[in-house]
């Protein structure tokens, strides 16, 4: 069964702080791996987005690594600011179709306290 | 930010009543998709369409209907809206994006319709 996992299930740090969110996915066969942003109230927004041929890729403060034999990806924000609170969402999409199926996690919730 | 639009933003109906969710965009994708999301759960696609006239149902059964008469409009009607509709939908288009190495569809993310059915 194609599933992708995320932990933590939540996350609260400190302004300035850095941390680092996991995703497991068994998509197959994979084609891509994003992480999108989303805002409380708002549509998902994307970060990044990796194939299997890139094992890390950067969008400002947000570094997402990809591990394709592990079928492991992290997500990881420098210096955190408090518009980081949002929940990141990771997203797997396969191969097996002209649309692109995207599998989605259920998103870690990032919380930046002050 | 993507030019795709939802409206209402919010939405709070009594049951029974039938209500369309408005979806547009102009940025002239062919590929366009509901989603349902409930909080702090993952997204789920209820209706998705390659272009006009054309429409699938997701992976999530929905009582939802769609229709896509024109590129840029891709409207759900509930008929009878009822409490378990209560959820936030989510419209979205997609791109075709190439490079030297892959290619995939590239979706960009309506704001949003926050149902509630009381």
């Known amino acids: 069964k194609n599933q992708v996992e995320q932990s933590p299930q939540s996350l609260i740090i400190l302004e300035g702080k850095n941390c680092t969110l996991q995703c497991n996915y068994t998509v197959s066969p994979f084609s891509n791996l994003r992480w999108y942003k989303q805002d409380t109230g708002r549509g998902p927004v994307s970060l990044t987005i990796m194939t299997f041929s890139e094992n890390t890729k950067s969008n400002g403060r947000y570094t997402a690594t990809l591990d394709a034999d592990t079928k492991q990806s992290s997500l990881h924000i420098t210096a955190s600011q408090l518009s980081d609170s949002a929940s990141y969402i990771c997203?797997?999409?396969?191969?097996?179709?002209?649309?692109?199926?995207?599998?989605f996690g259920r998103g870690t919730q990032l919380t930046v306290w002050p | 930010e993507a030019d795709i639009y939802q409206t209402p933003r919010y939405l709070v109906i009594g049951t029974g009543k039938k209500i369309t969710l408005e979806c547009s965009q102009t940025m002239g994708h062919d590929k366009m998709y509901w989603y349902q999301q409930d909080p702090g759960m993952e997204l789920h696609l209820i209706h998705y369409?390659?272009?006009?006239?054309?429409?699938e149902k997701g992976d999530l059964s929905s009582e939802s209907t769609v229709s896509r008469i024109r590129t840029e409009h891709f409207p759900l009607t509930l008929e009878s809206a009822r409490p378990s509709h209560t959820s936030q939908y989510l419209c979205?288009?997609?791109?075709?994006?190439?490079?030297?190495?892959?290619?995939?569809?590239?979706?960009?993310f309506g704001p949003g319709t926050r149902l509630t059915v009381l």
């Open positions: 997203v797997v999409s396969d191969r097996g179709s002209t649309l692109g199926r995207l599998y």
């Open positions: 369409s390659y272009g006009v006239n054309s429409t």
């Open positions: 979205a288009s997609s791109e075709k994006v190439s490079s030297r190495t892959s290619e995939y569809n590239e979706q960009f």
